[in-house]
Nanobody, 127 residues
């Protein structure tokens, strides 16, 4: 069993930045996909940014150019740098990893590939 712990969320003004961190307990070495997802009340959880086993990154169109996903496998860590934040980025952010996304790439953004989540970290952006 993997253990996922998200941190780094908070409250920030529009245009500000946050850096989220995810401790993955070593699962990154065996996963085809890893990434960040977010959810707001009344909406389905959606893929935000992912990275596959060969380093290809994928982003939701709404965050491309503003968010950057990265990882440090030696330390079992994954990060999400969030710049130019907008009120519509307000959500609970979760990280996860999956062995099911065999094709990698954009396929990793499919939230249905993931079934293990941490507690999440809240991001609130005010205008």
């Amino acid at each position: 069993q993997v253990q996922l712990v998200e941190s780094g969320g908070g409250s920030v003004q529009s245009g500000g930045s946050l850096r989220l961190s995810c401790s993955t307990s070593g699962y990154s070495y065996s996963s085809y996909c890893m990434g960040w997802f977010r959810q707001t009340p009344g909406k389905e959880r959606e893929g935000v940014a992912t990275i596959d086993d060969v380093g290809r990154t994928s982003y939701a169109s709404s965050v491309r150019g503003r968010f950057t996903i990265s990882q440090n496998n030696a330390e079992n860590m994954m990060y999400l740098q969030m710049d130019s934040l907008k009120p519509e980025d307000t959500a609970m952010y979760y990280c996860s990893a999956s062995r099911r996304g065999i094709y990698g790439g954009l396929w990793c953004l499919n939230v249905k590939l993931y079934d293990t989540w941490g507690q999440g970290t809240q991001v609130t952006v005010s205008s």
